[in-house]
């Protein structure tokens, strides 16, 4: 009995550090912040691979986990959470609602949708070698972006 006791009370104890760790703390990436991540390209949901409208559309992860993207037509402002696991998660709080008129402005407001719905879409990031890109669930890229 009491060689089992001697390892079961390293079991209980590490099991009590765990239990009691707080996993609710938000996980920072340090590669991800305060940096300007301008889009390269998106995938649209056709799998087609478009450049990005003269790198017009821009995204800055904060370290109060506040997120910031600047389209051609539109700013957005929100929260972004990156779990244990490294998913990243995006919550848009607030946005302007200019309208993108026809010719040049309207595919940009068109890129804009795809690029705002490709953030919406994020779970999962990679970040190498100054190269931000985002995958969906399925993990299929749905955006990479490039910082200054």
């Known amino acids: 009995m009491k060689h089992a006791a001697s390892y079961l009370l390293p079991v209980i104890l590490f099991t ?3 239990a009691c ?3 609710n703390d938000p996980v920072i990436d340090e590669d991800l912040l ?3 991540w301008r889009v390269d390209t998106l995938q649209t949901p056709e ?5 990005g409208p003269d790198t017009l559309m821009t ?3 904060h370290k109060s986990m506040r997120i910031d993207a600047v389209t051609p037509c539109n700013d957005y402002t929100g929260t972004y959470e990156i779990n244990q696991l490294g998913s990243l998660g995006i919550d848009w709080h607030t946005w302007t609602e200019k309208a993108c008129s026809a010719g040049p402005a309207l595919r940009r ?4 949708g ?3 719905q490709a953030l919406n879409n994020a779970s999962v990031y990679d970040v190498n070698e100054g190269t931000l890109t985002l ?3 399925d993990h299929r890229y749905v955006v990479k972006l490039k910082h200054e």
């Open 34 to 36: 305060d940096m300007l």
């Open 16 to 18: 009590a550090m765990i």
């Open 59 to 61: 995204l800055r992860f």
């Open 135 to 137: 995958y969906n669930t």
């Open 21 to 23: 760790s707080n996993t």
């Open 109 to 112: 407001g068109v890129l804009e």
């Open 47 to 51: 799998e087609e691979i478009v450049p």
């Open 114 to 116: 795809r690029f705002i």
